[in-house]
């Protein structure tokens, strides 16, 4: 196994700042990740040493029931949610898999794939014997129609394309070959690593037919993975059962053949404290979100707390300029150098958790070191501030400049269970420089709206995919998303996120580190943590897995007692 990301806690202290004030939303999630690993030995030792002692054989069967955080919205393949994407993986299989353990992309629907030597063109192979929950044959046909899906989507019915996905110029298929050929319009160095991710996991012909409507349904989406959605009740529970048929897991998986549970009852449960008191009273196997006031606590009673930490973007702050007082580097650089990182770590958060040293993990591709850029400096963030003009207090000692308060408004994260204590905490770090931070709360319900308020200054973003740089391209362009609201075009910006998609290897490397240091030399957006998911698991649960994202994975997943009543 490689060495950092995920990790078993065995140590965890209550933060510090738990008197801030505002309740935690118990909503999802973060956490992203390639070659996750466990750091310790938590209180799960005993049953995992209990494991190696039961037969394949009396692994199988028994339900696992498994309380969310939040409700699954939509089964869409491309539905942006964390925890639709974690469902996604659990009922799909991907053409490419990416080894959580390894970090390596390797064959899985795709036996084999060649690239040619000016990168436009791709041929897979595709593996022979593959079946959709249908019935139907995931076959190059299938796998054709896929990727065609993926690409090019049907905007005339409202149904988009796949926003990670290069552009694509033919898509072409040899069923007696079992062979897919990509064109691209120009190369796309990603492109593989794309196709190991939960947007582009692969599904039967009825799910592709379908209206945009009707691929919002959980239950339509039929996929070719280990377990299959045989009932939902929105907002209540889904139901998994397992397929007796599945036989084409990834050839480094040692459990070959069906998933070992019957069945998964997927549960909403949306308040923290009913979640975990649900898992303290043994109606729950397994739990996503625990506050780190609760880690030490669960661990000393005996539950597994797993804490998955990952390649991906880090937990980013973006300064959008549509506020004018951003629009003033020295205003954006004092907001920077105000934040003390190192408070938040050990005010909020436990050992398992990091500060984030750029606007990626330590491990995504092209990593640059911003520690020192990122340093927290009162002294330059006061003179900064006073450089630009904002010399004057008011009575509540905020700085004033023609009249005007130094005030930016945010909205709370509502896609981290955390997020409340550690925006008020930024709050009181900013206020001690005279910067006036405004917190809004909000629902899920009204969440876009909040972010699309022309007043918002800092948004919170930081979203795991397969390739972290696609998705800061697609965020931070002003032609795509525009995320940092640049009120004209930065044509270097744009230069560096686009070309780092066309170049590969030290190329790329150098192009990536290149737009780490201009975004952070010019305060665009500035990390603060590196992003954790926080599971905990009975005692008795085994073989629980994980996507490179962080997402659970339960085909290798069964119980001890279940194991032991066989």
């Given amino acids: 196994m490689s060495q950092q990301q995920v990790r078993i806690i065995t140590k965890s202290r209550k933060p510090l700042w738990a008197g801030v004030g505002i309740g935690v939303a118990a909503v999802a999630a973060i956490g992203v990740g390639i070659a996750l690993v466990p750091k310790a030995a938590g209180p799960d030792t005993a049953a995992a040493q209990t494991t190696a002692d039961i037969a394949e054989e009396d692994r199988f069967g028994g339900t696992l029931t498994y309380l969310d955080a939040e409700v699954i919205a939509s ?6 949610t964390w925890q639709g994407s974690a469902l996604t993986h659990n009922i799909t299989d991907r053409l490419v898999y990416a080894n959580p353990e390894t970090g390596e992309l390797e064959p899985w629907i795709a036996e084999k794939w060649d690239i040619s030597e000016d990168g436009l063109e791709y041929v897979f192979t595709i593996k022979d014997g593959v079946t959709y929950s249908n019935g139907q044959e995931l076959d190059a046909g299938s796998v054709q129609r896929n990727i065609e899906f993926q690409a090019f ?36 160095s990603p492109y593989i690593k794309i196709l190991s991710n939960w947007a582009s996991s692969l599904v039967a012909d009825d799910t592709l037919d379908g209206t945009a409507e009707e691929q919002q349904l959980i239950t339509n989406t039929i996929g070719s993975g280990p377990f299959v959605v045989t009932s939902e009740t929105y907002g209540e529970e889904i139901v998994l059962e397992s397929r007796d048929d599945y036989d084409w897991a990834p050839e480094s998986s040692e459990h070959q053949g069906p998933a ?3 069945r998964i009852v997927w549960i909403p449960v949306l308040e923290d404290a009913t979640r975990l008191g649900s898992l303290r009273a043994g109606e729950g196997d397994l739990i996503r979100y625990v506050q780190p006031s609760e880690e030490k606590p669960l661990e000393k009673d005996g539950f597994q707390v797993v804490g998955l930490q990952g390649t991906g973007q880090t937990n980013t702050w973006v300064l959008k300029q549509q506020v004018p007082v951003l629009q003033d580097e020295r205003v954006r650089k004092a907001i920077l150098s105000a934040i ?7 005010d909020l958060y436990t050992d398992n958790w990091t500060t984030a040293s750029s606007i990626v993990t330590e491990d995504a591709f092209g990593f640059k070191d911003q520690s020192d850029k990122l340093a ?22 905020y700085r004033v400049k023609d009249g005007e308060r130094l005030h930016i408004k945010t909205v709370i994260d509502v896609f981290d269970s955390t997020a409340p204590a ?27 709206t909040a972010y699309a308020d022309p007043e918002v200054g800092v948004l919170r973003t930081g979203w ?103």
């Avoid at 394309?161 to 120009?186: F, G, I, K």
């Avoid at 002294?379 to 000692?397: C, I, K, S, V």
């Fill in 260 to 262: 070992y549970l019957d």
């Fill in 153 to 188: 989507g049907r905007p005339d019915e409202g149904i988009n394309p796949n926003q990670t996905y290069p552009a694509v110029e033919s898509v072409t298929s040899d069923a007696d070959a079992r062979t897919v050929t990509v064109r691209l319009t120009e190369p796309f």
């Fill in 376 to 397: 927290f400096d009162p002294e330059a963030a006061n003179d900064l501030l006073d450089e630009a003009g904002w010399t004057e207090r008011d009575a509540d000692g």
């Fill in 464 to 566: 795991p995919q397969a390739d972290p740089w696609v998705t800061i391209r697609n965020a931070f362009d002003t032609a795509r998303s525009n995320t940092l609201a640049l009120p004209q075009a930065d044509a270097t910006l744009n230069d560096l996120l686009n070309r780092q998609t066309t170049v590969s290897g030290d190329e790329r490397a150098e192009v990536v580190g290149e737009l780490q240091d201009y975004v952070i030399d010019h305060a665009l957006a500035f990390p603060i943590i590196t992003d954790t998911q926080i599971f905990a698991l009975q005692p008795d649960v085994q073989g629980f897995g994980w996507t490179p994202e962080a997402r659970p994975v339960f085909y290798d997943t069964f119980t001890l007692d279940d194991a032991e009543k066989r």
């Fill in 422 to 448: 550690l925006f008020q905490l930024v709050q009181w770090q900013l206020e001690q420089v005279g910067i006036e931070l405004e917190l809004t709360e909000v629902d899920y319900a009204n969440v876009q």
């Fill in 75 to 80: 089964g869409s393949v491309q539905n942006g």
């Fill in 340 to 346: 003390d990182r190192r408070q938040i770590i050990d």
